[in-house]
């Protein structure tokens, strides 16, 4: 079956540094997508990786390993409004996002 | 970027009442739409997925006489919840996808509350 995990939650302080991981077990793969997600609201679009290696956006890092079906979100200088969910997605070989369960992400002043 | 809006962002009906929910592409054509369910603390559950002018994929388990799904034209899709009952109040979110074969844009989702 297809399979992807992530934290259910973590707690970080505002100005740190947060990493949230996911692995993933899916057949075939056409890119991984993480996702932030406000409570009420629809995802947004934080990042798209397709090859291994590290993608920096501002203060979103998101890291790819195919080999190891890994990937992370990494998070510098927290700010109280990155408090959210995190998904993590991966398109499948037929195109078909499988999506992770979220990672709640609490900052605390 | 692209925009995706739907409407109603929230609708309150009574028991065995239908309701209609519009996901638009406002500024590119969407040859794919998406939609799913959300329930509280849970992720995304893909319900279906339409292509214009083709009839609705649903994933296992959607009744796709309960939900039905109309992709008439490149920017618009609908979702009709018929005979809604209080287990299908949810949170349904909507995405589309252009000629870009990577990214879906969300919609601001659909909140469902039955009575």
């Known amino acids: 079956g297809q399979n992807i995990d992530q934290p259910t939650e973590m707690t970080a302080t505002e100005g740190a540094i947060v990493q949230i991981n996911c692995t993933y077990q899916t057949s075939g793969f056409n890119g991984l997508f993480w996702y932030q997600q406000h409570a009420g609201e629809a995802p947004t679009f934080l990042s798209y990786?397709?090859l291994d290696g590290l993608e920096e956006k501002g203060r979103f890092s998101s890291f790819l390993s195919r080999s190891k079906g890994y990937s992370y979100l990494l998070l510098k200088e927290l700010q109280m409004k990155d408090s959210a969910s995190y998904l993590c997605a991966v398109k499948d070989s037929n195109y078909q996002l499988i999506w992770g369960a979220g990672t709640k992400l609490i900052i605390k002043p | 970027g692209a925009v995706v809006s739907q409407h109603p962002s929230w609708v309150i009906c009574k028991s065995g009442t239908s309701v209609k929910i519009e996901c638009r592409s406002l500024?590119?054509?969407?040859?794919?739409m998406f939609w799913y369910r959300q329930f509280p603390k849970q992720s995304l559950m893909l319900m279906a997925t339409s292509n214009e002018g083709s009839k609705a994929t649903y994933e296992q388990g959607v009744e796709k006489d309960k939900f039905l799904i109309n992709h008439a034209s490149l920017t618009l899709s609908t979702l009709t919840v018929t005979s809604a009952h209080p287990e299908d109040s949810s949170f349904y979110i909507c995405?589309?996808?252009?000629?870009?074969?990577?990214?879906?844009?969300f919609g601001p989702g659909t909140r469902l509350t039955v009575l």
């Open positions: 995405s589309a996808r252009g000629t870009s074969d990577y990214e879906q844009f």
């Open positions: 990786n397709v």
């Open positions: 500024d590119f054509q969407a040859t794919t």
